[in-house]
């Protein structure tokens, strides 16, 4: 949910202040009836949706399974109407202008806006519970089936309404809202003030130096408002926290704290967040350490250390920037075929805006999944390969360990695959997730568990896909790096250069045409 909040975010700020075209609701009657009647329309077909889930599921044990991924996958088509809601809201109203209008929300910086997003936070919160008996008939699941497998412990209790909506508030919404929010206001501020900016710094891009800047400490700094944002503490000493640190000694990760992630016991799940090591913290959700062996523990920690090690996030920074260059190089090329003697093509600014769109679509729904699919495989193999099963512990026969003895260093240990599967296996079944689900972002549990199990013995397909890797990382250096150089020198060699893709996808994050003027 919170990359449907940062699409939020980026639509305000990119919306013109004057449309390509009027809004076709104009009364504020009109319009409050539709900004907050779909609210209540999203609700009850929440409400129809999970009533169908949970009745399908209580039908018998065939369909019971599907339970789980229904509701995942009614929960993923709702919210992308949510953020289709809050589009049509920009485009086909007059709420951005309706709340504009009211004085005393200007006084403060990035009011207006939050105002203008409360119908979005509205509609998620609304759709969350209408969902909540889905959920918590899942968590009742699970919590019997922990029971079972270890008798004697007391079955934890399942989230009220309250602290689920409350839990997902600071881990769906806060998460990208407070970051996003800080931006804007910087954005609103340096805009507004733009004139005083660049005569106090004496630069002409001064207001775009304070939103680089605003924004380059909110991603460094994230983690500490994290940290403090969701409900953790350290991890108190013990064998699990010895052993975590000496792993983290000996595969290099530098770290600030190792943290318990409280969720209730609802999450079984570890996250590590931080680009630097004075900001880094390792997470480990409460559920997670109740619920797994410490090999299973080291395993899921391995996955998490493995994104860190091999610089993951850099290179999804690469691709960010990759990206904004092929869009804007793409969209550059239609304003020239449409200007050209004999167009092929005539594209207005309305049309070459929504081929710009598209191709944002494209880049990133397309070719980031892809990439960070492979990266995903990539961290479970680097967990398998470093962290799981030592030497001591391997148990099955495998090409690395013959007799228990480590001859070979480059095949994949049997016993550390089979250890890192066992692990997603358990996460998954523990947090209700269907081993066939797929993700934009990951591939389903299914298939990150054969693909470990296939590169057992395998040494020509573990080379493979090291190769396939490399190039990629070596494709998002070339175009990134390559981009940068050929754009400044196109830009440098045609003072008419301005795309319509710059126009009004990145300048209104740098300072561009739709930010107001002191005057106003």
Not at 189 to 194: D, E, K
Not at 426 to 443: F, K, Q, T, Y
Not at 458 to 484: E, F, P
Request: charged share 15%.
């Amino acid at each position: 949910m919170y990359l449907h909040v940062i699409v939020a975010y980026f639509l305000l700020l990119w919306w013109p202040q004057t449309p390509p075209m009027g809004p076709w609701i104009t009364s504020a009657g009109a319009t409050l009836a539709f900004v907050f009647g779909k609210i209540v329309l999203l609700g009850l077909a929440a409400a129809w949706v999970s009533a169908r889930v949970r009745r399908d599921g209580i039908a018998g044990p065939r369909r019971s399974g599907r339970m789980p991924y229904l509701h995942h996958q009614a929960l993923l088509v709702l919210s992308i109407v949510t953020v289709a809601g809050f589009a049509a809201d920009l485009g086909l109203t007059v709420w951005p202008t309706m709340v504009r209008g009211v004085g005393p929300l200007s006084a403060v910086p990035g009011l207006e806006d939050l105002v203008i997003l409360l119908p979005f936070f509205v509609s998620i919160i609304v759709l969350w519970t209408a969902s909540y008996r889905v959920d918590r008939s899942v968590r009742e699941t699970i919590a019997r089936m922990r029971q079972i497998e270890t008798p004697g412990t007391p079955r934890p209790a399942v989230w009220s309404l309250w602290q689920y909506l409350v839990f997902h508030l600071r881990h769906q919404i806060l998460i990208a809202a407070i970051p996003m929010t800080i931006i804007l206001v910087a954005c609103r501020v340096s805009w507004r003030h733009q004139s005083w900016l660049v005569r106090w710094l004496k630069v002409p891009w001064a207001d775009q130096a304070v939103i680089g800047l605003a924004a380059a400490l909110v991603f460094v700094f994230a983690p500490v408002m994290l940290r403090y944002l969701w409900s953790t503490s350290p991890l108190p000493d013990g064998p699990l926290r010895r052993r975590l640190d000496d792993l983290c000694r000996r595969i290099g990760l530098r770290h600030r704290d190792i943290l318990v992630w409280h969720s209730h016991h609802m999450m079984v799940n570890a996250a590590v967040m931080g680009l630097f090591a004075p900001v880094r913290y390792v997470l480990l959700s409460d559920a997670l350490l109740a619920s797994l062996d410490a090999d299973r523990i080291e395993a899921v920690f391995g996955h998490e250390a493995g994104h860190v090690r091999l610089n993951h996030i850099p290179y999804f920074l690469l691709f960010a920037v990759s990206g904004m260059l092929l869009v804007s190089g793409f969209v550059e090329i239609l304003i020239r075929v449409s200007a050209s003697a004999n167009p092929l093509i005539v594209l207005g600014e309305t049309g070459l805006q929504t081929a710009g769109f598209a191709a944002v679509l494209v880049v990133w729904g397309v070719g980031f999944g892809w990439v960070s699919r492979r990266f995903e495989r990539q961290a479970d193999l680097w967990g398998a390969r470093y962290v799981t099963a030592s030497i001591r512990r391997c148990s099955l026969p495998c090409g690395r360990h013959p007799g228990g003895v480590a001859e070979n260093p480059e095949p994949l240990c049997a016993t550390a695959a089979a250890t890192f599967a066992s692990a997603l296996d358990r996460v998954a079944v523990l947090n209700g997730i269907p081993h066939d689900e797929r993700s934009w972002r990951h591939s389903s549990i299914a298939s990150r568990m054969r693909f470990l199990t296939a590169l057992v013995g395998d040494v020509v397909r573990l080379r493979s896909y090291d190769r396939l890797i490399r190039r990629i990382k070596l494709a998002l250096w070339a175009a990134s790096v390559g981009g940068l150089l050929f754009a400044g020198w196109y830009a440098s060699t045609r003072p008419d250069y301005r795309s319509v893709f710059l126009y009004n996808f990145v300048d209104p994050f740098l300072g561009g045409p739709h930010r107001p003027s002191d005057a106003d």
